[in-house]
């Protein structure tokens, strides 16, 4: 596949203070990366230096080939930022209208847009009467305009209800399958969790993760946890027989290593009618994201 965007070795310092240090990721065509961290992490920063918007102090950024802020990089760039902000005098047609002229965009195809973000009915409607979920829709179509190659999407979902939120994701999926790389930074770990291609997190201004969810899954080895329903009168023997918690009169946990897991699950077979049922809770994201963003991972 094609590389859109390239970061390689990126680093840049305020004052004492280092923002970034030796960044390298690279998306391809297609791929959609979810970009986590802290407020601070440096996210916001490396947006700005993919955008051109501020220089880097070592390493190299590259859009599509091309230098960031550059002609080039620019029309083949798209960005959706937290807090969207357009002139309340227009209306929503009026804005996209503009947006498609100065992206070469003939105004004829700014109507399927807004149909597909949901705005159709307030198309001709002033954006002062939109709602921040509206305007977050419309800067949503704005990305859309001529199908950039590579979309910065920053916390996309800010003010979208959850319908919203499942057909923003919807769109993004669309668009990565006709080509345009996407790099998500959001907080909401849960949604970019089965709708991304690879996470990459920041912390300090340094890159600790950038891979698929299974692979950072099976580096950090973090324990799985087990919920067992006792039969009446049996949460007390599990308990001792396994060293697990109770959790109440009905309830045991246990945690156990990834590869201990079968070894757990045979020893609560053994059991028999002990066990009237089991929950098995794998780590998620969110667990993921503290280990690698709190710097347990060693």
Known sequence: MDEVLSISHAG??????RVLEDISISVEAGQRIALLG???????????AILGLTPLGDGQITVAGHTPG?????????YLPESVAFHVALTGREVLRMFAQLSGVKPADVSPLLDRVGLAHAADNRVGTYSKGMRQRLGLAQVLLGRPKLAL????????????????????DEM??????VLIAS???TEVEARTDRIAILRQGKLVANDTLANLTR?????????VRAAPDCAADIAHETAGARVNGMHVEMLCAPDDKMAALRQLSAMGDKVADIDMHLPGLEELYRHYATGEDG
Request: hydrophobic share 35%; glycine share 8%.
């Open 70 to 78: 550059s002609a080039p990089a620019r029309t083949t760039t798209a």
């Open 153 to 172: 999407l920053d916390e996309p979902t800010s003010g979208l209800d959850p319908i919203s939120r499942h057909e923003l994701y919807a769109v993004i």
């Open 12 to 17: 840049k310092s305020r004052g004492s203070l």
């Open 38 to 48: 802290h407020n601070g992490a440096g996210k916001t920063t490396l947006m700005k």
């Open 187 to 189: 907080h909401t770990l």
């Open 219 to 227: 580096r950090a080895h973090l324990p799985i946890r087990l919920r």
């Open 176 to 181: 990565a399958a006709h080509g345009t790389a």
